[in-house]
């Protein structure tokens, strides 16, 4: 940025006092956050929200400090670095508001009047805060969590509509998030989720790459770097550099939900056909194409039972094993009756493969697990498979609502179930249209009444400390070389 050694003072002064106004405004944006948190205490809309709410209000406390400490150091600064000083604190401004409204739109979808959609975010929240605790859990017992993983909030839920991606996408903290160095995840759901509960079995997928950011780990690379350990080829690591998270969080998914999260997937992929694999040279894919995703979800469910971790004298279920390994079949000789036509020579390589990979990923230590596995972040039990069979069949497709206590992450599960049930029970359009709504009526029902935590979530001992350092690290980026005000 070119140096002025001279400042027209009519210029200097009208530029403070702009800056003046913009930070006076900004300082009055904690208030606003702590109207959220009042909703919160009153146990209104946002009860559920209110350690989240404390991590932003933490967050941009820290910035507006760091803002008037950049106020002062310009008030005093020779018109030598005047505008660069500035620039700096009108870029910051400027991040500042831009966190304050990303995470305004999504709490202010809560305390609208929209009632249906209002409900299903609670119960979406409900089922994403107890699929990423079961994960956090397990990652306690084997004392995985760092410190600044047990100050990360679970994620925020937010409905949206995007022609261009009509898929979830999560908003991670660190990489590929909107702004980087959030204090929470967002999932953005689109609006046509909420036409039935048991979709929410995405936000078993979804919370997997929150996680993923969490640990800092880069499973490409991960691929990459172990390749020659289970003989994958080099003509085709590309590709599966290219997948490696997508197949990851597909196999958290059924670790976390059990197998119908394969079921709910292969709902969602016939309508995109087989794919293709393209031309690595003309952009890549995070996705494998859905000829291949199902065949490598079933693969890893065949291994469900059989390889998931319990103690020594424990065990595999064979009941459980022999389950899931008729099931993977089934599902497998679904998608090749349904891809019959489709010329599979180009896929075959890749099929041979994906044992391997899956090895790599799911069953290969971690460093950034302190070389725990992947497997062993979540353990789909017999025992919660038995649960969810019950459920399905008492107080979801029977409404026996006062069933028994099922968490939210296993509900969806269960919904599922019900709903595979439904649809093979033969009945005309109409009977079966009337009970698969009362069937998404019950699940809501089921999630509202077991929910994941009661009451307000508070942060943890230390969690300000780590928040202040993120807001610090967040107040340091540099701003661009040329920025464009209007357009």
């Not at 400490?69 to 005047?82: G, I, K, R």
């Not at 500035?86 to 870029?91: K, T």
């Not at 599960?413 to 019950?442: K, P």
Request: hydrophobic letters at 45%.
């Amino acid at each position: 940025m070119p140096v002025q050694a001279t400042l027209p003072d009519e210029l200097k002064w009208s530029t403070l006092q702009t800056l003046q106004q913009r930070l006076a405004a900004a300082r009055r944006l904690p208030d606003q956050v702590a109207a959220w948190r009042r909703h919160a205490e009153a146990q209104g809309a946002l009860a559920q929200h209110q350690s989240q709410i404390d991590a932003l209000q933490s967050f941009l406390t820290t910035l507006l400090a760091l803002l008037t400490a950049q106020w002062n150091e310009l008030q005093a600064a020779p018109d030598a670095v005047f505008l660069a000083r500035a620039g700096d604190l009108q870029f910051l401004l400027r991040r500042v508001y831009g966190v304050w409204r990303f995470y305004k739109e999504r709490f202010d979808q809560r305390l609208g009047t929209d009632e249906p959609y209002n409900r299903f975010l609670f119960v979406a929240d409900e089922v994403a805060w107890s699929t990423y605790r079961a994960v956090i859990e397990q990652a306690t017992y084997r004392q995985l969590v760092t410190d600044p993983l047990k100050f990360k909030q679970p994620p925020l839920l937010h409905l949206f509509d995007d022609p261009q991606n009509p898929s979830p996408v999560t908003r991670r903290r660190v990489r590929h998030a909107v702004i980087p160095g959030l204090p929470v995840h967002v999932i953005d759901l689109p609006y046509a989720e909420t036409a039935s509960a048991w979709g929410l079995l995405a936000l078993h997928h979804e919370v997997a790459h929150g996680l993923v950011a969490d640990w800092e780990i880069d499973l490409g690379r991960h691929v990459l770097t172990r390749a020659k350990e289970v003989d994958l080829a080099p003509t085709r690591l590309t590709w599966w550099f290219s997948w490696a998270e997508e197949i990851f969080a597909d196999c958290l998914a059924i670790l976390l939900a059990g197998p119908p999260f394969l079921r709910e997937l292969m709902d969602v992929l016939v309508p995109l056909g087989a794919g293709k694999l393209g031309d690595p040279d003309k952009g890549l894919s995070p996705h494998p194409p859905p000829y291949l995703r199902i065949p490598l979800g079933a693969a890893f469910l065949r291994t469900l039972e059989a390889k998931r971790p319990r103690t020594a004298q424990e065990k595999p279920v064979t009941a459980a094993d022999q389950h899931y390994r008729a099931l993977a079949d089934g599902a497998v000789a679904t998608w090749q009756t349904l891809h019959a036509a489709v010329d599979a020579t180009p896929f075959q390589p890749y099929l041979a493969e994906m044992e391997a990979v899956l090895t790599l990923l799911i069953d290969t230590a971690l460093p950034q697990l302190q070389n725990h596995t992947a497997r062993q972040l979540g353990a789909f039990t017999p025992a919660e498979l038995r649960q969810i069979t019950r459920v399905a069949k008492n107080h979801l497709v029977e409404g026996e609502r006062a069933g028994e206590a099922i968490t939210p992450r296993l509900t969806v599960s269960a919904a599922r179930l019900a709903f595979d049930q439904l649809c093979s029970d033969g009945v005309d359009a109409a009977t079966l249209a009337a009970r698969v709504a009362a069937l998404h009526e019950s699940t809501l029902a089921t999630v509202e009444a077991n929910p994941a935590q009661q009451g307000t979530r508070a942060l943890v001992p230390g969690e300000p400390a780590f928040l202040e350092r993120l807001a610090d690290a967040f107040a340091r980026q540099a701003r661009p070389e040329e920025e464009t005000p209007w357009e």
